[in-house]
């Protein structure tokens, strides 16, 4: 078999770039606020406090996550925002995306449209969004945002993942993380696995090992530059209907060995996603890892939405008079 030719499509200066950013979001310290839930997402949120959907509410919300005081600085290393919080402003008429980069935040976007089913599987899926890709990069470059995201969802039951739908996500995420970086843009790729059934963490961190082996030869096959990447996976945990409970040590080391097994160390940093946790798990788990005895050639941080969020939102409450109550409940959780 003949090789193939390598036909470098990024110049030295785009992959300084490409890499620049990435090293930005995961700093020492740092991490990612993930707020880019869909206006559906919100939806279910604000109806757990009672408050109405509306845009302006949605931009009231927040611009007050966005507004927290400088105590977030050296905790928050990037933004993810949906499209319309991308084009929206804060009370003195600033743009979101220009305001997060006064801070030193660097601005993300979501570009996937969301999970379709996959014909001829137990209910598996891949995600949408390839379509228009290429020109919605151009556009979301120029319009501040120096960082995307996909998700890609695979579940574990007694026959799934299948190997169609593990080599489908793995090939739409590297299609998607190619066209961000012709575009300057930093992919985040995010194969979540997601934490329903009763397997237990072996299994999990099996699953997770194969799912993760493909994503990387996918994206080698599609020459992805990976030092102006990031990962966002699950972490290896049992499912939530699994009677055994493991301990947060337990947990670290079955996801630290699964990333030193199949994530090159030419990857700058892994945002690891909730998934489902409690404020308190998430953040407990995450430190498990760094505390660790294994050696981590990647920075280990978090891309959290709920776990950042829950007890904020819950303070707000969609009430004006409670923003200072909602911002302290934020920054408590980043600090951890």
Known sequence: VRM???????????????????????????????????????????????????????????????????????CIGGVILFHETMYQKTDDGKSFPQYLKERGMVVGIKVDKGVVPLAG????????????????????????????????????????????????????????????????????????????????????QYITEKVLAAVYKALSDHHVYLEGTLLKPNMVTAGHSCSHKYSNQEIAMATVTALRRTVPPAVPGITFLSGGQSEEEASVNLNAMNQCPLHRPWALTFSYGRALQASALKAWAGKKENGKACQEEFIKRALV
């Open 4 to 74: 193939p030719h390598a036909y470098p499509f990024l110049t030295p200066e785009q992959k300084k770039e490409l890499s620049d950013i990435a090293q930005r979001i995961v700093a020492p310290g740092k991490g990612i606020l993930a707020a880019d839930e869909s206006t559906g997402s919100v939806a279910k949120r604000f109806q757990s406090i009672n408050a109405e959907n509306t845009e302006e509410n949605r931009r009231l919300y927040r611009q007050l996550l966005f507004t927290a005081d400088e105590r977030i600085n050296p």
């Open 121 to 204: 599987t137990n209910g598996e899926t891949t995600t949408q969004g390839l379509d228009g890709l290429y020109e919605r990069c151009a556009q979301y470059k120029k319009d501040g945002a120096d960082f995307a995201k996909w998700r890609s969802v695979l579940k574990i039951t007694p026959t799934t993942p299948s190997k169609l739908a593990i080599m489908e996500n793995a090939n739409v995420l590297a299609r998607y993380a190619s066209i961000c970086q012709m575009h300057g843009i930093v992919p985040i790729v995010e194969p979540e696995i997601l934490p329903d059934g009763d397997h237990d963490l072996k299994r999990c």
